[in-house]
């Protein structure tokens, strides 16, 4: 057996040596990995000052699919709504009922059929019948009406339908707009469950547009 010149080790002094080594080599190793850190580093900031540097691409908005079924833009101050409307003589039949029929009705009936008192006073030809089609049947800020009918007799006592159709949440605020302008040409409001549903709903939505609430 050879032995180095400092003749024969003991095992203290071989263990003392062992691991001095690898006390060296694991010196040497976290040198070289931080060193492989400070050059990623170096690099990743290179890279984001260069692309700090560039211009952003100019945003275009999805253009929108067109409103089906005949539905053309409306103008408001609030921006675009899509709008479809038809116009009735008094003397036209819907099935069994003549539209004049609702000309001479009796608003003393309507008040006891919608429990108040206070539309026995009111117009039928200044009545504006209303109806919506919604995302949902709940009050969440969620469910909004993605279509808005209303009719109403003009000056000629014909019968005007007019149909608000969103493409998108964001034309709401053009819709209540248009809705709001003929509730302030209207005497009474006629829908079919509204006074639960219909009318809380559009009210909500007003609110959460940050818009009056018609009265």
Known sequence: QQLDAGGPKTPGEVFENAAADASQKSSSSVATSGSDRETA??????????????????????PLAPAPLGFVPWETSQGIVHR?????????????VPIAAALTAS????????LEPTLKNCD??????????TTGLGAGAGILAFLVGMAWFDEQDRLVLEQLF?????????QLERVAERLACAALLVTFNGK??????LANRFVMNRMQVPE
């Open 124 to 133: 039928p030809r200044r009545a504006l019948f209303l109806d919506t089609e």
């Open 84 to 96: 479809r409307s038809r116009i009735w003589k008094a003397d036209h039949w819907i099935g069994c």
């Open 166 to 174: 969103l493409r998108s949440p964001a034309e709401e605020a053009a």
């Open 107 to 114: 608003s003393e009936y309507w008040a006891l059929v919608g």
């Open 196 to 201: 639960s549903f219909d009318w809380p709903l």
């Open 41 to 62: 580093l170096t690099l990743l900031r290179e890279q984001m000052a260069d692309l700090m540097k560039r211009e952003p691409a100019p945003w275009q908005p999805r």
